[in-house]
């Protein structure tokens, strides 16, 4: 390639130089002749020397010799002239042939410029057929592998399944014994439990019989509340008694048994009741909201059993208090100058209650 521009540069070069003495010879042919110079007018002396001078001319005798001479002379020129002329010609012509050379040169180089050019676009082309046939090879390659490895997953796929067949078949077959030796076991602890039931249904029913039977059979205090009225169960009033301090009495001894309450028939023996005044005793307090009566079966019998709900609020351990009738009261406090802590009037009335009980 570098050859081939340093040829084509020299071409140029001597193609401008060419040129150049084409443009010198053209401007030496094109360059005018001198025009004549016109006639001046002359004088009367000019004139006669003129006359004297062609006279004397006249006169003059030329030799043969000279005229010979100038005739070769004349011929000479004219040679000269003809061979110039020709040079010129031969030159106009050895312009044109390097002119046409320099433009055949110019077209093959042209040419060559378009071979160059024409064999880079071939030889792109071939490199990128030759890089897609690479890719093309590449990619079946790939393609290839990847069946390849495809087959192999599928295989191991199908010898996982296979073997996960086979431990599933195994493990339904234990499964199914599993099954069956519960199913048996579930067959006798059903058998039981259904004895155990049927037995535990009769007793049930023989109990229940018992209950309606003995649920058939009234209370007193039932028939008793029926007899009565809202009125005379609230207004019960025991002869020769305060009923304030009674009803006071009553709850505390049920709420020292708490939650767990206490049987009535125990309760008015200890307060030395009759069984129709504590009936009627419990349904006041039940109706004042102080206890509630449960029904339970003891010993054979109905009865109920007293739960108490409120206890009274007894003030008998603050009557007695001096600090209901303190004088400095409103100067009283934990950390002031009269404290219940350095109290002695509340000391001495401890003291007094101590003794007391």
Do not use: H
């Not at 020397?49 to 020129?77: C, F, L, Q, W, Y």
């Amino acid at each position: 390639m570098k050859n081939d521009k340093d040829s084509g540069n020299k071409k140029e070069k001597r193609i401008s130089k060419i040129k150049d003495q084409l443009a010198r010879l053209r401007a030496k042919l094109d360059t005018p002749p001198t025009p004549p110079t016109p006639p001046t007018k002359s004088t009367s002396k000019e004139i006669k020397a003129k006359t004297e001078g062609i006279k004397n001319k006249k006169i003059k005798v030329r030799d043969p010799k000279s005229k010979a001479k100038e005739a070769k002379k004349e011929v000479k020129i004219k040679a000269d002239v003809n061979k110039k002329a020709k040079k010129e010609v031969k030159i106009k012509a050895d312009v044109n042939k390097k002119a046409k050379k320099e433009v055949k040169i110019k077209a093959d180089v042209k040419k060559k410029a378009k071979k160059e050019v024409k064999i880079k676009a071939d030889a792109k082309k071939k490199s990128k057929k030759e890089v897609k046939i690479k890719a093309d090879v590449k990619k079946k390659a790939k393609k290839e592998a990847k069946i390849k490895a495809d087959a192999k997953k599928k295989s191991k796929i199908a010898k996982k399944k296979e073997a996960k067949i086979k431990a599933d078949a195994k493990k339904k077959a234990k499964i199914a014994k599993k099954k069956e030796a519960k199913m048996k076991a579930d067959a006798k602890k059903k058998a039981k439990e259904e004895a155990k039931k049927q037995e535990e249904e009769a007793i049930k029913k023989e109990e229940e019989a018992k209950k309606k039977e003995e649920e058939a059979k009234r209370t007193y205090e039932e028939e008793l509340e029926e007899q009565l009225s809202e009125e005379e169960i609230t207004g019960f009033q025991l002869e020769k008694t305060d009923m304030d301090k009674m009803c006071n009495r009553v709850c505390e001894i049920i709420a020292g048994y708490e939650n767990n309450g206490t049987l009535q028939s125990e309760l008015w023996k200890k307060l030395k009741l009759s069984s129709r005044d504590g009936s009627r005793l419990a349904l006041k307090l039940e109706r004042m909201g102080m206890i509630t009566r449960e029904k339970i079966l003891e010993k054979e019998r109905w009865t109920y059993k007293l739960i108490i709900k409120k206890i009274p609020i007894n003030t008998k351990s603050i009557e007695g208090s001096p600090c209901l009738t303190c004088p400095v009261e409103a100067k009283c406090s934990l950390d002031g100058a009269v404290s219940p802590k350095t109290c002695k009037l509340i000391e001495d009335w401890v003291l007094i209650e101590l003794k007391n009980k």
